[in-house]
């Protein structure tokens, strides 16, 4: 399963239109901008590898890159000095940097440990995108005093602001938007996933209670997801990821309320078989007429349904490795068409 993450980075440029004797307060401000593009563009690396299977520990070098870059950033800021005794724009920026450099390194550390366990329970990998979000809003509220400090400086020194995101930008607040999305379809889909993982364990091991404790929960759980599923607004009307997991779901709902009675049935035979096999093997041949009847009666039911169970068990097997081959299929297409590979 591909792991969730949003980007980490939200910078805007702008452009800077002169007048007159404000030429030293632009380069100013491009000094300032041209440190922000080298952070942007090691945060597009880092999104676009995620993006396309790798894992976070797999890419742990190019998070202690972008503290490189941002270490280096706020080095040469703070050297810049203040612009005309006003130094709020540039602590403003610094603040931003500092606070970008304490979740690099404190917050995203924690979130590749927890990428580890992610997937041991929901509750583990919502948390773990639950930590993303936090992250991310810590570095939404400290860009939001930089760019407001950078307005103040424009307008107190005659400089015209437009709107221009770079190319860069435009990367990362799609990539945004679309592990926002992603991130909602992959938790309605990994509840019942976990689910199954708990019956197929039950099943292993033969246990009757636990295999119908989690076949109705894999029942309820799974039509609660359907319902869940149909609050989310497809991604630019791309309906390809939702469909496959309604596959799945529509999967789930048969196999719990349909396949898995028949496999329990299985077990209940199987176990019904083993009593009266002890209990006839220690009576021998001073077992009854109607004992040998019943015990040959069992006997039959249990073959019988040796064969039932492996015919059912099979067929689950096919179409689950269908599902769900389809299903990381149809997010590798999603992740591949919305978030470029390209630098």
Excluded at 141 to 161: H, M, P, R, W, Y
Excluded at 225 to 236: F, H, M, R, V
Aim: glycine content about 2%; proline content about 1%; hydrophobic content about 35%.
């Amino acid at each position: 399963m591909k792991s969730p993450l949003k980007t980490i980075l939200a910078i805007l440029f702008m452009t800077a239109f002169i007048h007159g004797h404000s030429q030293t307060a632009v380069q100013y401000m491009d000094k300032m901008g041209k440190e922000f593009n080298k952070i942007s563009e090691e945060t597009w690396d880092y999104t676009r590898a995620v993006a396309h299977g790798k894992k976070a520990r797999q890419i742990e070098n190019q998070r202690k890159q972008m503290l490189n870059a941002n270490r280096n950033a706020l080095l040469r800021i703070k050297n810049m000095g203040p612009f005309s005794g006003d130094a709020s724009y540039r602590d403003s920026t610094l603040r931003y940097l500092e606070m970008s450099y304490a979740v690099l390194n404190n917050d995203y550390s924690k979130i590749v440990d927890m990428e580890e366990i992610s997937e041991q329970s929901y509750d583990a990998m919502e948390a773990y995108m639950m930590a993303q979000e936090k992250a991310n809003e810590k570095l939404d509220e400290a860009f939001a005093v930089a760019s407001d400090a950078q307005k103040a400086f424009a307008k107190n020194n005659n400089i015209t602001l437009l709107s221009n995101e770079s190319k860069t930008e435009e990367k990362l607040d799609k990539a945004g938007e679309v592990f926002k999305f992603y991130n909602k379809i992959y938790l309605v889909f990994f509840k019942p996933y976990k689910q199954e993982l708990y019956l197929i364990e039950a099943q292993s091991k033969g246990d009757i209670n636990a295999m119908k404790q989690n076949q109705e929960s894999l029942a309820k759980l799974s039509k609660e997801a359907k319902e869940k599923l149909k609050t989310i607004t497809p991604y630019k009307n791309n309906t390809t990821l939702k469909a496959s997991c309604q596959d799945l779901l529509d999967f789930y709902v048969m196999e719990a309320e349909t396949k898995v009675p028949q496999l329990v049935d299985f077990y209940l035979k199987k176990e019904k078989f083993e009593k009266m096999k002890i209990a006839m093997d220690k009576k021998g041949k001073n077992s009854s007429n109607e004992e040998v009847n019943e015990f040959n009666t069992a006997v039959n039911d249990y073959n019988k349904s040796i064969n039932d169970y492996n015919t059912v068990n099979n067929d689950l097997n096919k179409k689950r490795s269908t599902y769900l081959e389809s299903w990381n299929n149809a997010v590798s297409r999603f992740l591949d068409k919305n978030v470029s590979k390209k630098k």
